[in-house]
């Protein structure tokens, strides 16, 4: 979907609310893909702040399913962020802002790339399906959370092996 910015861009004192639904029902940060299990639409409020900017705002609300990153069980993860956006028109944008807004181009907002940008920002890159998740077995792979599996997960010092070896070594002579 994509807005004009013109008016905004132009007109001073100009203001515009519009109502915008994320068109996808999966995003991509380009490794991962989350599926979306909701989002509210996002009302966008574009304002003139001066000869050639406007500012941007809208809420985004969104519950992706995500993984813990211990145990691997599926977890949604609910995202309330705000957008808060200074924009540039074509007319006086410098190079270091166009690569700012690169959901702008010209005196068009790419509103799609626009809400991308803020989830990337926004959303964390590992969640945990409660904050004392046990995870899995490193033996067995069970996950340590429906109970223990008795496998022996002792792991040695190396410290500890290092003077076993002396001790061994001195046996045998
Ligand atoms: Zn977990
Ligand atoms: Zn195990």
Same mark, same amino acid.
């Given at each position: 979907?994509?807005?004009n910015?013109?008016?905004?861009?132009? +007109?001073e004192?100009?203001? $515009? $609310?519009?109502q915008?639904?994320?068109?996808?029902d999966?995003? $991509?940060?380009?490794l991962? @893909?989350?599926e979306? /299990?909701?989002?509210?639409? %996002?009302?966008? +409020?574009?304002s003139? /702040?001066?000869e050639?900017r406007a500012?941007?705002?809208?809420?985004?609300?969104m519950?992706?399913?995500?993984?813990? $990153?211990?145990?691997l069980?599926?977890?949604?993860?609910? /995202?309330?962020?705000?957008?808060?956006r200074?924009?540039t028109?074509?007319?006086?944008l410098?190079?270091?802002e166009?690569?700012?807004?690169?959901?702008? @181009?010209?005196?068009?907002?790419?509103?799609?790339?626009? %809400?991308?940008?803020?989830?990337?920002?926004?959303?964390?890159? +590992?969640?945990?399906?409660?904050?004392d998740?046990k995870?899995l077995?490193k033996v067995?792979?069970?996950?340590?959370n429906?109970?223990?599996?008795g496998?022996?997960?002792?792991v040695?010092?190396?410290?500890?092996?290092?003077?076993?070896?002396?001790?061994?070594?001195?046996?045998?002579?």
């Open positions: 979907m994509f807005l910015l013109t008016d905004a861009f132009t +007109k004192g100009h203001t $515009s $609310s519009t915008v639904t994320y068109e996808s999966v995003f $991509s940060d380009g991962i @893909s989350y979306i /299990l909701s989002k509210d639409p %996002i009302d966008l +409020k574009i003139n /702040l001066s050639g500012h941007i705002t809208g809420r985004i609300h519950t992706f399913q995500m993984t813990c $990153s211990r145990c069980t599926e977890v949604p993860y609910e /995202l309330t962020t705000e957008i808060d200074d924009v028109g074509p007319e006086i410098t190079e270091e166009a690569e700012d807004q690169s959901f702008v @181009s010209e005196y068009q907002l790419n509103v799609e790339d626009l %809400i991308n940008n803020e989830i990337i920002m926004s959303l964390p890159m +590992k969640v945990l399906c409660k904050p998740c995870g077995c067995c792979g069970q996950n340590l429906l109970g223990e599996c496998c022996d997960t002792f040695p010092d190396p410290r500890m092996v290092a003077i076993k070896d002396i001790f061994n070594a001195r046996k045998e002579v």
